[in-house]
């Protein structure tokens, strides 16, 4: 087993790919670095945090995308953001198989401000774009980091998301969230606390996450393949009534569950027995406790 957790941007794309058939655009070599950081005496990277490419995934041709946590968490500048747009346009134009994007990003680079606002927003309409064009995109979240701020919309937008258990994914990250209205509100030095409200089996409860896998590399490359199978065959549906519909289902939830102050007490409405014995589960106990316990 290779923690996908503790593996790196492009370990966890040498694990899920097929053997050597990675081939990266715009790679480190090519010096493309972040001008905004250089003019605040800040340090960059090559690869300004992220690898794109394409390769294949079981014989698929895909593109991927793979943000580095180890870098400025993730964040999104102007550089980042436009390599990732880069190769969602890409994907309309060669037509692969579907498109994986390994997020892990606390949101967008306050070093850059409104040019990384700007970048996030491009990523959003790109998504989109793709998923019009009937091609799957897939994201994958189980990084040190989590998904938080633009980068947690993107992943929403997305047709699918595959989470781990250490997976996190929102909005407002925890320190954020604590900042602005307090630690009463949100302790973010609670981890429990943090894992129960944006983690991945919370998010698969709420059926924010399609599926739930173990911290394994291997996991994750099945569960891009099944979903892969699974979007291919029916496709996308972008119109009003599915929009409505899917504003019916959130408003419905926060009827059902607005009241509620702490993950375990939705845990409880959704007629979970024991729901404080949730968090110390394996995946596969988890899963199996749940059934017919989703949103």
């Not at 793979?66 to 990732?84: I, N, R, S, W």
């Not at 579907?98 to 949101?107: F, I, T």
């Not at 947690?152 to 320190?175: F, H, K, N, T």
């Not at 549906?237 to 519909?245: F, G, Y």
Request: aromatic content about 4%; proline content about 4%.
């Amino acid at each position: 087993m290779s923690s996908y957790y503790e593996d790196s941007a492009r370990g966890r794309l040498d694990g899920l790919l097929d053997p050597g058939s990675l081939i990266e655009i715009v790679p480190p070599t090519e010096r493309m670095v972040s001008p905004h950081l250089r003019q605040l005496d800040t340090p960059a990277a090559f690869d300004d945090g992220i690898v794109v490419g394409e390769g294949r995934l079981a014989g698929r041709r895909v593109l991927v995308a793979a943000q580095e946590g180890g870098f400025m968490g993730g964040a999104v500048g102007e550089v980042h953001g436009a390599k990732l747009t880069g190769l969602l346009e890409r994907a309309l134009d060669t037509r692969p198989d579907g498109v994986l994007l390994l997020v892990e990003s606390g949101g967008v680079r306050l070093h850059e401000a409104n040019a990384g606002l700007i970048a996030v927003s491009e990523v959003m309409r790109a998504v989109l774009a793709v998923r019009a064009a009937g091609i799957p995109v897939i994201v994958l979240d189980g990084g040190t980091f989590g998904c938080f701020g633009g980068m947690g919309i993107v992943s929403r937008l997305c047709d699918a998301v595959v989470m781990s258990e250490e997976g996190r994914l929102g909005l407002s990250g925890p320190e954020v969230i604590e900042t602005t209205m307090g630690v009463e509100e949100f302790d973010s030095r609670d981890r429990a606390l943090v894992w129960r409200t944006v983690g991945g089996k919370h998010r698969y409860l709420l059926g924010e996450a399609a599926t739930l896998v173990e911290d394994d590399v291997a996991a994750f490359r099945a569960a891009a393949l099944a979903l892969l199978d699974q979007l291919s065959d029916r496709g996308p549906d972008l119109s009003l009534a599915a929009l409505e519909a899917e504003h019916a289902v959130l408003g419905s939830r926060l009827e059902r569950f607005g009241g509620c102050r702490d993950a375990l007490d939705i845990w409880e409405k959704l007629g979970v027995e024991e729901p404080e014995k949730l968090p110390i589960l394996d995946t596969a106990s988890f899963l199996a406790t749940v059934r017919d316990r989703r949103v």
